[in-house]
């Protein structure tokens, strides 16, 4: 079956810690041959380099403090930039504020493109907690208590729940269950893609 996308698809993944998200962000980028593109990883990959904005960043996270939009959306532009991500990417992590998803708009109007796909992963949160507690235990991180746990699902949430109502409302939202076997899950992202007109290619994998 021939997808209704011609280029490389630009896709958006979002879900709760303890989700399986970048397990899932991995597979889908080997599937499409894309790159998973999160925040984290621009923010290393620019402090290790010693950019100009990593040396920014370093400054910011060092002192404890949050990376403003303005510095975050900069870097972004320059990831985006680069020639791997010009025709398809996964954004994991970004954006994370209605700020950062009208900057992104704009960035990808500039290129006549626009995100394709906005994956939501949902999951019970009593069962992920479980699920983090139980791996807490397990290597030892005393201090990741079920409480703390627990307030950083809630703050997820309560950051999420207006990026997610703005991707609803355009259409391209589609909520996959991201609890289970990590090959289920993803059997279950590929069919919600496929019903958008998207599918891997016949010879990739999402492994």
């Not at 399986?20 to 923010?43: E, N, Y």
């Not at 290393?44 to 002192?63: E, F, S, W, Y």
């Not at 532009?77 to 791997?84: C, M």
């Not at 235990?137 to 109502?165: C, N, W």
């Amino acid at each position: 079956m021939t997808s209704a996308v011609t280029t490389k698809p630009r896709l958006l993944i979002v879900g709760p810690p303890g989700a399986g998200k970048g397990t899932q962000a991995s597979r889908l980028a080997s599937g499409f041959s894309i790159p998973a593109i999160a925040t984290g990883d621009i923010f290393r990959h620019n402090i290790r380099m010693g950019t100009p904005l990593g040396v920014q960043v370093k400054a910011i996270v060092d002192a404890g403090d949050y990376v403003p939009d303005s510095l975050t959306n900069e870097l972004v532009v320059g990831r985006l930039a680069e020639t791997d991500a010009l025709q398809g990417f996964l954004l994991d992590g970004y954006p994370r504020t209605l700020d950062q998803v009208s900057f992104l708009d704009t960035l990808l109007a500039s290129r006549g493109q626009s995100l394709d796909v906005v994956i939501q992963l949902v999951a019970d949160t009593d069962e992920v907690v479980a699920r983090l507690r139980k791996r807490a235990v397990e290597q030892g991180r005393v201090d990741d208590s079920e409480e703390a746990i627990r307030h950083r699902q809630d703050v997820f949430a309560r950051e999420t729940a207006p990026l997610v109502a703005v991707y609803g409302e355009r259409g391209i939202l589609v909520e996959v269950d991201g609890l289970g076997d990590i090959d289920d899950v993803g059997n279950r992202i590929a069919e919600s893609l496929g019903a958008r007109g998207i599918s891997l290619p016949e010879s990739g994998t999402a492994e």
